[in-house]
Protein backbone atom coordinates (compact mmCIF):
# COMPACT_ATOMS: atom_id res chain seq x y z
CA UNK A 1 0.00 0.00 0.00
CA UNK A 2 0.86 3.75 -0.53
CA UNK A 3 0.93 6.32 1.98
CA UNK A 4 0.54 9.97 0.82
CA UNK A 5 0.81 12.42 4.45
CA UNK A 6 -0.84 16.07 4.07
CA UNK A 7 -1.58 18.63 5.99
CA UNK A 8 1.19 19.66 7.99
CA UNK A 9 2.26 23.64 8.15
CA UNK A 10 3.27 26.42 10.35
CA UNK A 11 0.90 26.76 13.21
CA UNK A 12 0.94 28.90 16.46
CA UNK A 13 0.81 27.64 19.65
CA UNK A 14 -2.27 26.56 21.16
CA UNK A 15 -3.54 26.21 17.11
CA UNK A 16 -4.67 23.52 15.75
CA UNK A 17 -4.34 21.47 12.60
CA UNK A 18 -5.59 18.16 10.89
CA UNK A 19 -3.10 15.44 8.93
CA UNK A 20 -4.36 13.54 6.36
CA UNK A 21 -2.97 10.24 5.22
CA UNK A 22 -4.52 8.92 1.11
CA UNK A 23 -3.98 5.04 1.13
CA UNK A 24 -3.59 3.49 -2.55
CA UNK A 25 -2.52 0.01 -3.75
CA UNK A 26 -4.17 -2.24 -1.35
CA UNK A 27 -7.54 -2.89 0.77
CA UNK A 28 -7.28 -0.27 3.19
CA UNK A 29 -9.14 -1.89 5.65
CA UNK A 30 -7.15 -4.50 6.21
CA UNK A 31 -4.54 -2.69 7.92
CA UNK A 32 -4.21 -0.83 11.53
CA UNK A 33 -2.68 2.37 11.00
CA UNK A 34 -0.87 4.99 13.18
CA UNK A 35 0.66 7.91 13.07
CA UNK A 36 4.47 8.34 14.72
CA UNK A 37 6.35 11.49 14.18
CA UNK A 38 9.98 12.57 14.40
CA UNK A 39 11.47 16.10 15.70
CA UNK A 40 14.77 17.24 14.51
CA UNK A 41 17.54 15.14 16.41
CA UNK A 42 15.69 12.77 18.04
CA UNK A 43 14.08 9.24 17.40
CA UNK A 44 10.57 8.54 15.66
CA UNK A 45 8.08 8.00 18.40
CA UNK A 46 4.63 7.05 18.24
CA UNK A 47 1.52 9.08 18.73
CA UNK A 48 -0.91 7.61 17.84
CA UNK A 49 -3.03 4.19 16.18
CA UNK A 50 -6.05 2.81 15.52
CA UNK A 51 -7.53 -0.90 14.30
CA UNK A 52 -8.83 -1.16 11.11
CA UNK A 53 -12.53 -1.20 12.06
CA UNK A 54 -11.56 2.26 14.12
CA UNK A 55 -12.89 0.15 17.51
CA UNK A 56 -9.55 1.10 19.17
CA UNK A 57 -7.46 3.73 19.21
CA UNK A 58 -4.13 4.78 21.81
CA UNK A 59 -2.76 7.92 21.98
CA UNK A 60 0.98 8.56 23.54
CA UNK A 61 0.45 10.20 26.78
CA UNK A 62 2.26 13.40 24.97
CA UNK A 63 -0.82 13.97 23.06
CA UNK A 64 -3.69 11.96 25.22
CA UNK A 65 -6.40 14.71 25.27
CA UNK A 66 -5.37 16.50 22.11
CA UNK A 67 -5.35 14.57 19.05
CA UNK A 68 -7.74 12.22 18.01
CA UNK A 69 -6.85 9.47 14.65
CA UNK A 70 -9.61 8.37 12.74
CA UNK A 71 -9.81 6.80 9.57
CA UNK A 72 -12.69 6.80 6.67
CA UNK A 73 -12.28 3.26 4.82
CA UNK A 74 -15.04 4.25 2.51
CA UNK A 75 -11.98 6.76 1.34
CA UNK A 76 -9.03 5.07 2.27
CA UNK A 77 -8.10 7.83 4.59
CA UNK A 78 -6.36 8.35 7.77
CA UNK A 79 -6.51 11.34 9.57
CA UNK A 80 -4.97 12.93 13.07
CA UNK A 81 -6.51 15.85 14.51
CA UNK A 82 -4.74 17.85 17.26
CA UNK A 83 -5.58 21.03 18.66
CA UNK A 84 -3.68 23.16 21.74
CA UNK A 85 -0.53 22.42 20.06
CA UNK A 86 2.67 22.94 21.63
CA UNK A 87 6.05 23.79 20.29
CA UNK A 88 6.98 20.79 21.44
CA UNK A 89 4.91 18.83 18.96
CA UNK A 90 6.77 20.15 16.10
CA UNK A 91 8.30 17.81 14.13
CA UNK A 92 7.75 15.43 10.44
CA UNK A 93 4.81 13.37 10.97
CA UNK A 94 4.41 9.87 9.24
CA UNK A 95 1.33 7.88 8.43
CA UNK A 96 2.18 3.79 8.88
CA UNK A 97 -0.03 0.92 7.50
CA UNK A 98 0.55 -2.70 9.45
CA UNK A 99 -1.35 -6.44 9.94
CA UNK A 100 -1.95 -4.84 13.34
CA UNK A 101 -2.22 -1.26 15.65
CA UNK A 102 0.62 -1.26 17.64
CA UNK A 103 3.03 1.31 19.38
CA UNK A 104 5.84 -0.36 17.59
CA UNK A 105 7.55 0.77 14.33
CA UNK A 106 9.02 -2.07 13.68
CA UNK A 107 5.43 -3.66 13.27
CA UNK A 108 4.41 -1.40 10.22
CA UNK A 109 5.63 -2.70 6.87
CA UNK A 110 4.36 0.89 5.16
CA UNK A 111 4.98 4.48 5.80
CA UNK A 112 4.18 7.35 4.17
CA UNK A 113 6.63 9.95 3.56
CA UNK A 114 6.06 12.35 6.27
CA UNK A 115 4.64 16.28 6.42
CA UNK A 116 6.54 18.38 8.77
CA UNK A 117 4.47 20.55 11.33
CA UNK A 118 5.82 23.46 12.88
CA UNK A 119 4.45 24.94 15.84
CA UNK A 120 6.03 28.32 16.85
CA UNK A 121 5.52 29.42 20.44
Known amino acids: VQLQASGGGLVQAGGSLRLSCAAS????????MAWFRQAPGKEREFVADITWASDFTYYADSVRGRATISRDNAKNALYLHMNTLKPEDTAVYYC???????????????WGQGTLVTVSS
Open 96 to 110: AAGPVASVTPGAYNY
Open 25 to 32: GRTFSDYG
